[in-house]
């Protein structure tokens, strides 16, 4: 596998340079005659948060270069795992992708500060906040993915991760010899390490069959993809512990970035922001709305665990954060502490614009 990995990667650069009329990493927007296209691969399939963020990401870039340039989105599947897809936009053979810390901690480490659990806000808004704005991320963050080829263009979150088992998950004993599929983040291993599993990394086409055959125990999702890729009839319980929120980081790749006019990388800025809030509400409608469709399409038992049972969980998640400084190095060190603080900053503004209000 490790001889066919590069010759797959090679015929997926070989596909897209003969899909695309334009040659590939050059932009060209305004003036063209006949429109340039930019290329979005995405993680999830058609109807996802990420197909919603791409389909409106589209809509906007056309709108605002007169449609000059025109985005085609492809799919999950349509050009390979995650993995294939960041080393795509690494090369310039593909512009933009979408790509999750849970697979990208090989190549960028510092990203994994996203695999711990515990550490982000128990508020929506606050992690909303910080992942749209924070200086840390965008600051010392952004320049780790730089350094590996790629512009992190932003950082959505797509819900609370849910396990899904075929019993309730409400104690640490409850993952015992647990074989969780996780995505492929050492930290995330270590994390379910962390409650005594036995985390098994796999990709995510091969989730449903693998849960159907026995050979994975559980698995852990937000709602939506419970939801869209059929886990939930494969799986008895769902707890949720709201431990993490499943984030995922949209890139471009550098060599590309560097390509475009002063006017099109503000252009990108703008589409960032105007996607921000779009994004948000899109993410909490999916995930409220295919709740509800579990609930009727099966007699899958929901469990939400109280305070007490999540701090259980959240004492042996801690002493995670020491090995993913020991992965991470001084500049993961620093966008820990960074994260912290300003998740705390904003959670101590946003209780105080609500104390304000209900003044
Ligand atoms: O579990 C995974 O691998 C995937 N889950 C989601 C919700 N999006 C993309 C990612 O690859």
Known sequence: MKVLKPVLTAMLVAMLAACSEEPASEAGGAGADSPTEW????????????????????????????????????????????AQLTELVQQGALEFAFASPGHLGSVVPEVQVFSLHFLLSDSNAVNKQVLGESPILYGPLAEAYREKGLK????????????????????????????????VSPLLVASYQAYGADPTPMPYSEVYSGLQLGMIDAQVNPIFAIEEMSFYEVQKAMTMARHSQFVASVVASQRFYESLTTEEQVMLDEVKRELDDYIFEVQTQYNAERLERIRQNSDIEIVELNDEQRA??????????????????????QILEGLVEEIRQSEAALGQQQAAGAE
């Open 39 to 82: 290329r979005f691969a995405l993680e999830e399939i058609q109807g996802s948060v990420q197909d919603a963020y791409a389909q409106k990401f589209a809509e906007l870039v056309e709108a605002k270069t007169d449609g000059a340039i025109r985005v085609t989105v492809y799919p999950y599947g349509a050009l390979g795992t995650s």
């Open 152 to 183: 992190l263009l932003t950082i959505i979150p797509e819900g609370w991760m849910v396990w899904t088992a075929n019993r309730p998950l409400t104690t640490p004993d409850d993952f015992r010899g647990l074989k969780i599929r996780t995505m």
């Open 312 to 333: 259980a969980f959240a004492e042996l998640a801690r002493p995670v954060r020491d090995r993913y400084r020991a992965a991470a190095g001084e500049r993961g060190a």
